[in-house]
């Protein structure tokens, strides 16, 4: 498989940014990153802008021309998330790896940045909580996912490697809502278990998730109305 990559800005492949804008861009990303660190170290409740600002080495008022609070530094989060299932989606309509491997590379790959900081999890959580607007914000980063997620599936299922006799959209749901769960079950403990959760969790769903030949459906159909299997 090839490695995943971020995808670059149409502004940034074609004219590339100028001075002030490369200056303004590692500032947000210095922002960016000691936030996380200190979301991390201290929780999000207990960080302040200032805390945040000062560990970036950059005046309070520079953060506001970057980030509206503390909590959209969250969406920033999503949004680097989202561009990674992006690079994902687009490298595997051009990979012949198996959809189950490539899901569990991906599972890797969305959780290790949250597997450094299991209290930027539990601060994703507080701020979908907290905040509306954040959580607006959120809801449409996960819409985004959710539909690149779907076709995802919906190739599995046209490679005949999933199940067919659901959506693709409901199978995409079930898949990211056994990551997030996992994720934010594994957010209490914050130990070295992360990796063996989700690998765990996707060995059941990936069963869950394969082919039924006519008489597996027939005997799932039984069970599920209660008959004798």
Known sequence: MRKLSSAPSPRAATHGPDRRQRRSAE????????????????????????????????????????????????????????????????????????????????SVRMTEESGRAPDVVRAILQAN??????????????????????????????????????????????FRQTVFGTLLMWSVYGDATLPERINTALNVLLTGLAPRDAANLAALKRQSQGAPV
Request: no cysteine; hydrophobic share 40%.
């Open 27 to 106: 500032i947000r990303e210095k922002l960016f990153r000691a936030a996380l660190k200190l979301f991390g170290e201290k929780g999000l409740a207990e960080t302040t802008v200032e805390d945040i600002t000062n560990a970036a080495d950059v005046g309070k008022g520079t953060f506001f021309n970057h980030f509206p609070s503390k909590e959209h530094i969250l969406i920033a989060f999503g949004e680097m998330q989202l561009a990674k299932l992006q690079a994902a989606v687009d490298d595997f309509r051009h990979s012949k790896e198996l959809m189950p491997r490539f899901l569990r590379t991906l």
């Open 129 to 174: 909580l907290s905040s509306s607007s954040v959580r607006r914000a959120m809801k449409e980063n996960h819409n985004r996912a959710h539909s690149l997620m779907t076709q995802l599936v919906q190739v599995g299922q046209d490679r005949g490697e999933f199940r067919s006799d659901l959506p693709a959209s409901e199978l995409a749901h079930v």
